[in-house]
T-cell receptor, first 112, second 112 residues
């Protein structure tokens, strides 16, 4: 069993929809939680970063972390065709903060 | 400012050969991490270098090695290439303390 599980999709939604992306994890040492977006043939780019539990909002994006359930989510409001990409959750533990463990990625397509 | 650059962008090798990939971090960044991305295993951490010292290492065989120079540029080397080493190799850099990792576009290695 992988330390981080993520539904690979693919996920297809109409423009303007609310998108929910989720990951579960098993390592209770994880304290840093991130969401990356990766366009085809590009490197991942950081969307959201959360330390420990709680919510964080940035524009149309909201990240939630529930450490008691070992579950993290990313919500995208008013989705746009430009949001079409692969979304990767990633996490790390104190002492090895830059050693990220990634989910397998969810491929999202937003249809105009 | 200039982003993370990786050279070459594409590489074709045959089994048994060795390969060296290069990464130039963002100016001022002292930490460089390497990741392997494959369709089957996703993104996996290889190793991290900070101030020319390896700080963390992922679960990869000894055929995978790296180094970092005094100007923070980093190289990774894979010896005795296997077909399964075909992947996108990503480099990411960050500032000295815990901070966002910025990924480069990757080097796509194909082993024939």
């Amino acid at each position: 069993q992988k330390e981080v599980e993520q539904d690979p999709g693919p996920l297809s939604v109409p423009e303007g929809a609310i998108v929910s992306l989720n990951c579960t994890y098993s390592n209770s040492a994880f304290q840093y939680f991130m969401w990356y977006r990766q366009y085809s043939r590009k490197g991942p780019e950081l969307l959201m970063y959360t330390y420990s539990s709680g919510n964080k909002e940035d524009g149309r994006f909201t990240a939630q972390v529930d450490k008691s359930s070992k579950y993290i989510s990313l919500f995208i409001r008013d989705s746009q065709p430009s949001d079409s990409a692969t979304y990767l959750c990633a996490m790390s533990a104190p002492g090895s903060a830059r050693q990220l463990t990634f989910g397998s990625g969810t491929q999202l397509t937003v249809l105009p | 400012k200039a982003g993370v650059t990786q050279t070459p962008r594409y590489l074709i090798k045959t089994r048994g050969q060795q390969v060296t990939l290069s990464c130039s971090p963002i100016s001022g960044h002292r930490s460089v991490s390497w990741y392997q991305q494959t369709p089957g295993q996703g993104l996996q951490f290889l190793f991290e270098y900070f101030s020319e010292t390896q700080r963390n290492k992922g679960n990869f065989p000894g055929r995978f090695s790296g180094r970092q120079f005094s100007n923070s540029r980093s190289e990774m080397n894979v010896s005795t290439l296997e077909l399964g080493d075909s992947a996108l190799y990503l480099c990411a850099s960050s500032l000295a303390s815990w901070d966002e990792q910025f990924f480069g576009p990757g080097t796509r290695l194909t082993v024939l």
